[in-house]
């Protein structure tokens, strides 16, 4: 197999990518005091938030923390790309000052189904404007950094992979590299695209269904990473589980033959009062052919987002017992950290098994799209 075919226009990617990372630059900054200490009534006793780590977390945002020395918190700032009636706006995420600034008339949202997001706000800065026009957002925010990077890294090990193929003998043992990635690329091949689609047809539907599976794979692992760049919730977030599924759906029916489309609306062997006068066999065959894509987008993020909530759940849970009592933050650790570990564990084989079966319920949407007129 070549590997290469995995990633076609990986050299066009990667200056691209290299490009975009110009302007994405680390930046250290010091938060005010004034803004750590808004008001004693919002935080009289400044409470360890559970809720606010994790959501935080779960959403995108426009930076990426990395770390806080003392006072003084290192994150990447990203650029803000807003479309603002007809106008254009960019500008670093760092002018928001993590959501306590306003600049150039918009500010980040703190409640509300935007919460985190840009929004326009009136002359006061703090006001949401209820009147404001449709903000379009083309920002690099976290996740499509994360998404970025870890693209870049499978066409770096891919490569990698394939040049070690094409210099290596045909009959000597893979090592290194090839070593680790032959078993998951046959496991695919034989376990999945073989079995679900047939052993003549499944060739056209490899090159996706590898990069499904192993972009799927890394970004469940690195969001397990709890450093840079891992971390991000990829996988967790329903826009990119959205394009994954899209992927697949129009992988489909651009694929499918003659005989699906046949079996969509005019099945054979099916009584004809089911087709005519009210279509109702075709009615349900095209709103599954919609429900199919839409059941994988919905699989993956919540499974991933449920995960990232737990986990975040059990270590929320020792600093807000230890806010109440240090003694009960003390005794609650030891147990904490052996179910977050037994999860950590648990989480690695989630990453697999999520890869897993959307990769494999994509092989059988491609197998059923393209069946034999006489099976």
Request: with cysteine.
């Amino acid at each position: 197999m070549q590997l290469r075919h995995l990633f076609i226009n990986a050299k066009a990617f990667l200056i691209v990518f290299a490009t975009i990372a110009v302007y994405v630059f680390p930046v250290a900054d010091t938060r005010a005091a004034e803004h750590q200490n808004i008001s004693d009534a919002d935080n009289p006793e400044m409470k360890f938030d559970a809720r606010k780590v994790i959501v935080d977390h779960v959403l995108d945002s426009y930076d990426w923390h990395l770390f806080d020395i003392g006072e003084r918190e290192f994150s990447i700032h990203l650029p803000v790309i807003l479309l603002y009636e007809g106008r254009l706006f960019f500008f670093s995420s760092k002018r928001f000052d993590h959501g306590y600034a306003t600049y150039k008339g918009f500010r980040l949202a703190k409640e509300g189904p935007m919460k985190g997001r840009a929004i326009r706000v009136l002359d006061d800065g703090i006001t949401p404007d209820p009147e404001a026009s449709r903000i379009y957002d083309f920002s690099m925010t976290k996740n499509v950094l994360a998404v970025f990077v870890a693209s870049a890294l499978l066409c770096m090990l891919f490569i990698s992979v394939g040049k070690k193929y094409r210099e290596a003998d045909i009959y000597s043992t893979p090592t290194g590299l090839p070593l680790f990635f032959e078993p998951l690329i046959l496991f695919v091949r034989d376990q999945i695209a073989i079995l679900a689609i047939g052993p003549q047809k499944y060739k056209p539907f490899m090159p996706y269904l590898l990069t499904a599976f192993f972009f799927i794979f890394l970004n469940n692992l690195l969001g397990l990473v709890p450093f840079f760049p891992g971390g991000a919730n990829v996988t967790g977030n329903i826009s990119v589980t959205f394009v994954l599924a899209m992927f697949t759906f129009f992988t489909t029916h651009w694929f499918a033959n003659k005989t699906y489309w046949q079996h969509m609306f005019n099945m054979p062997g099916v009584p004809m009062f089911l087709k005519l006068p009210i279509p109702i066999l075709p009615v349900i065959e095209m709103v599954g052919a919609f429900i199919k894509p839409f059941v994988l987008m919905i699989r993956l993020f919540a499974n991933i987002t449920a995960g990232h909530m737990v986990i975040l759940s059990l270590t929320s849970l020792i600093f807000v017992l230890g806010s109440v009592s240090i003694l009960m933050g003390y005794a609650i650790s030891p147990l904490t950290i052996i179910f977050l570990i037994f999860l950590n564990f648990l989480k690695i084989l989630v990453a697999f098994l999520q890869a897993y079966i959307f990769t494999l319920f994509s092989a059988f949407f491609f197998g059923m799209a393209v069946p034999d007129p006489d099976h």
